[in-house]
Structures are given as structure tokens and as C-alpha cells.
């Protein structure tokens, strides 16, 4: 597809659910990226990850959040045992390599809602 | 406090006018940085892009930094109703795993009226 591709498009949880959102990125680019966007706010970084190797985690809140991308291309984020702090819209980004990496092109996003 | 901070409104102005955004940062090591517009129920957009101090001009998108103050805005010349839109700073190191990592504002609600 021409753009970032995530789903699905919203997601309401119980309390204590596990969920998957997908990412699908663009063709080509390697950088891809996990950020959370809360009510009224502006997105904050989660992971990141360069073809399949996470570089960096360190925005992720708990180890109940844990992310994929196991053959380079699509990426799973998973959150364990959700909780209602957990509600939020999931943004996934990605970027080309080389000069101009740090413009980051983000799809709609995944609305986590949790019960 | 937050290493990006930026007013987020809401702004309201009639079409045609000049529309000035602004953010305010304290991270010394941030060399890249961005506004990207967010219509609602979709993801940001890229607006501007500006690696170090200065001015960047794209159509009738201005931004402007000014690292000595950590002081960065955007001007919108002419707005229209679809410029109507969150409007999100964001700040980025370079280099390393931290080019993609970026730090944003709380975004700044902007609607234009016809």
C-alpha cells in the first residue's frame, strides 16, 4: 500500500485481556516505529526497531508491553493483561534509511479502548 | 515539566489570517525539528522538517528555530478551514537510535472559521 497500514482500527479490551495490533509499514522503509498517543496529548515513544533488531525500548511502561518484527517488514505490538491505564491510540511510524530517517511517515493508529 | 511544551489552545481565527504556533523546549542535545498536523482519527502528518537554528519556508508554511532561546514556531500565512488541525511540535537528537525518537509538544488545536 502507498501508506503505513495498522489494525485493526479499534480495539475495545476487558480488563486483563491480552491484545495484537498490527503494523504494516511502508515498502521499503526500515525504521519503524511504536508510539502511544493518550487523550489530549501528543504521542510519546515507545520502540524502535531497525529491519527485525529492536534498538530501543526504553518507552515501553511495563513488560506487559512487547513488540515484534520478526521478519523486517510487519510488526506486532502485544500488550499482556491489559489495564485501563492502557487506553490510548497506538501510533506505528516508519522512515526510509539514510538522509531524511528522522521524517517519520505514521499511520492512523489503533484505538485501544480497555473496559 | 516536560521537555516540549507547547499551548494547546484551543486557537480560533477567521480565514485569511496568520497563524502563529509555538513551542518552548529544554533538551540542549535536540537538533532536528518537526511540526506535523494531525486531522482528527488519523495519524500525524509531516509539515516542516529543520535540522539546527533558522528558518524554513514552504508555501505558506513557516517555521522557524531558535536554539539560543530553545524557542520554536510555525506560521501559517492565509489559513484556510482545512487547515483546521492539531498541530504537534516535535524535537530529536541526532544520531544513534535516537534520530526516530522523537519528543512532542501536546499539540496546539487550531480551527479557522470561513
Known amino acids: 500500500g502507498a501508506g503505513v497500514s495498522q489494525s485493526p482500527r479499534y480495539k475495545v479490551a476487558k480488563r486483563g485481556q491480552d491484545v495484537a495490533l498490527r503494523c504494516d509499514p511502508i515498502s521499503g522503509h526500515v525504521s519503524l516505529f511504536w508510539y502511544q498517543q493518550a487523550l489530549g496529548q501528543g504521542p510519546e515513544f515507545l520502540t524502535y526497531f531497525q529491519n527485525e533488531a529492536q534498538l530501543d525500548k526504553s518507552g515501553l511502561p511495563s513488560d506487559r508491553f512487547f513488540a515484534e518484527r520478526p521478519e523486517g517488514s510487519v510488526s506486532t505490538l502485544k500488550i499482556q493483561r491489559t489495564q485501563q491505564e492502557d487506553s490510548a491510540v497506538y501510533l506505528c511510524?516508519?522512515?526510509?534509511?539514510?538522509?531524511?530517517?528522522?521524517?517519520?511517515?505514521f499511520g492512523s493508529g489503533t484505538q485501544l479502548s480497555v473496559l | 515539566q516536560k521537555e516540549v511544551e507547547q499551548d494547546p489552545g484551543p486557537l480560533s481565527v477567521p480565514e485569511g489570517a496568520i497563524v502563529s504556533l509555538n513551542c518552548t523546549y529544554s533538551?540542549?542535545?535536540?537538533?532536528?525539528f518537526m511540526w506535523y498536523r494531525q486531522y482528527s482519527r488519523k495519524g500525524p502528518e509531516l509539515l516542516m522538517y529543520?535540522?539546527?537554528?533558522g528558518n524554513k519556508e514552504d508555501g505558506r508554511f513557516t517555521a522557524q528555530v531558535d536554539k539560543s532561546s530553545k524557542y520554536i514556531s510555525l506560521f501559517i500565512r492565509d489559513s484556510q478551514p482545512s487547515d483546521s488541525a492539531t498541530y504537534l511540535c516535535a524535537c530529536a537528537n541526532a544520531g544513534g537510535t535516537s534520530y526516530g525518537k522523537l519528543t512532542f509538544g501536546q499539540g496546539t488545536i487550531l480551527t479557522v472559521h470561513p
Open positions: 533538551n540542549s542535545a535536540f537538533q532536528y
Open positions: 511510524a516508519s522512515s526510509l534509511p539514510g538522509q531524511g530517517r528522522e521524517k517519520l511517515f
Open positions: 529543520t535540522y539546527s537554528s
